[in-house]
C-alpha cells in the first residue's frame, strides 16, 4: 500500500459521518500472565515495558464459532446462578482475553491452563477437589465453567484496588472489587473489575482497554437470547474461602507505577488494529494506522501517494469525497465507516453543514440522527471554539472512550481527530482526553455537540 505526505491548512475543518454494523471485535490472544494469580509487576520500571508480553498465551485453538458458543454457555451459566448481564460480559471478555474461552489452553512460557488460566495447573484440581467433582475430566468445558461460578467471589482479592482506583474510581463500589464487578451498571466496569480482582495480570500487559471493548461487544450484540436478573441476586457468599493469590502487597494494595501520563492518556499510544470503539490511539501521530486499518478491513487501497485524495477520488466509500481532502471531516468520515461500516444512513454534507464544527446543528434537524449534550462511546462530536477548534469553521472527531467523575465537571472524553497538525505533517492525527468541564462552552445554552445516527448499532 502506498502512503504519501500530505499537507494541511488550519482551520478548514469539515463533515464527516458514521454508519452501522455490530462492532467487530478481533480476538487475538491477549496478554495472559497466569490466570488468577499471577503476580502483578509493580517494580519501577514496569510501565516503561513495551506492551508486548513474552510470557502471554498463543493464538487460540477454538475457532470463532466453537468461541461463541463457549461464550454463551458461560453466559448462562452465570445467569442461571442469578448474576446480571453486566457483570457476565465483564467475565467472557476475561475468558476471550485469557485463552479464547479454550479450556485446554496452556499458557506459553508459563503454568496457567484452561478457559481461565488457573495457575498453576493444579490450582484447577484442587478446586474441583474442594467442590467434590475431583474426578471429572480437567480438561472438560463443563468443568471449568461449574469451577468458575462456584469460585466466583472466592476467588477474588483486593490487591489492585489501590489502582483500579487511580485509573477509575467511578467504577470501585464500596471499595471492594468484588462488589464493584458483582453490581457494576455497564460491562466496561465489570471486566475491568474482573481483570483486576479475580484474573489480576500483569498490569502493564494486560491488554485492558481491549478487554472492556470485548465485554462492551458481548454485552451489546451477543447476549441478548439469554435472560438475566438486572439486579444480582447470586449469592454473595459463593465460594467461601478467598484466595489470597501471590501478589506483593503493601498495606493490602498494589504498590506499583502508574502507566498512565499525567493527563490519563496511555504510554504508547498503541492501537488494538482500531476496528472498534476505543481501539484508537492516544496521542499525536499521523493516519497512517487508520489507512492501515481500512485496507486490512475492506481488503482494498484506500490511501494514494502524493495526493490529497482517496483511491478514486473516494476510496469507494459512499459520501467521503476527495473535497474533505486531509481534514477532521474525512478523518471522522473515515473512523466511522471503520467502525459501523457504510450501511444504512447518509452522509450530512453541503452549505454550512460542510464545516465540522456545524455539523451537529445540521443533524439536528435531520430524523435520521440523534442529537445529545450527553456524551457515548461512539459518538461524534461537533462543534467550535477552544479547546475544539477554532470559533470557525469548528471541528469534529470521534469519541472513543467516556469516563465519569465528579473531578471531570461530571465526565471525560476521549477523542481521536483528523487534522490536528498545520505544520505539513502527514495527516495530522490525535487522541487526547476532553472534560466537561474544558467542554463548557460547547455545553452552553442547551447546546448538543453530540451526534450519532439512529442506524448506528454500538
Known sequence: MKRKALFWTAGLLAPLMVVALPMLMVVAMLASTGGDDEAPDDSPGACTEAVDDSTETGPAQTTGSDQLANGLKVAQAFADAGYTKESTAGVIANLIAESGIDPTKGETGGSGYGIAQWTPKS???????????????????????????????????????????????????????????????????????????????????????????????????????????????????????????????????????????????????????????GDAPVGEGDFGWLCKALENKYKRDICVEGTTQLVGGNGGFNGVTSDYKWQCVLYAWLRAYLVYGDKGWTPITGGSCGSGGHIAECAAGNPAWNVSSTPHAGDLISSYCTPFGGCSPGHIAFVEEVQEGAQYGGWRIRISEGNHHSDGRWAGYNGRWLTASQLSKQLADGKKPFISNKAWKK
Open 123 to 277: 490450582k484447577l484440581q484442587a478446586k474441583m477437589d474442594g467442590m467434590g467433582i475431583g474426578g471429572e475430566n480437567m480438561d472438560s468445558f463443563d468443568t471449568q465453567v461449574k469451577v468458575l461460578v462456584h469460585y466466583a467471589k472466592g476467588d477474588f482479592n483486593n490487591n489492585y484496588l489501590g489502582t483500579v482506583k487511580s485509573e477509575h474510581p467511578d467504577w470501585v463500589i464500596d471499595n471492594d472489587l468484588y462488589k464493584s464487578w458483582y453490581n457494576a451498571t455497564t460491562p466496561q466496569a465489570a471486566a475491568f473489575a474482573w481483570m483486576a480482582g479475580w484474573e489480576r495480570p500483569n498490569w502493564a500487559k494486560s491488554h485492558k482497554e481491549t478487554r472492556i471493548q470485548t465485554a462492551v461487544d458481548w454485552y451489546r450484540n451477543k447476549l441478548d437470547g439469554i435472560s438475566f436478573q438486572t439486579s444480582p441476586t447470586a449469592d454473595k457468599n459463593a465460594g467461601a474461602g478467598t484466595d489470597a493469590g501471590t501478589e506483593d502487597t503493601a498495606g493490602g494494595e498494589v504498590i506499583q507505577a502508574s502507566c498512565k501520563s499525567e493527563d490519563g492518556q496511555t504510554d504508547g499510544g498503541q492501537t488494538n488494529g482500531g476496528e472498534g470503539i
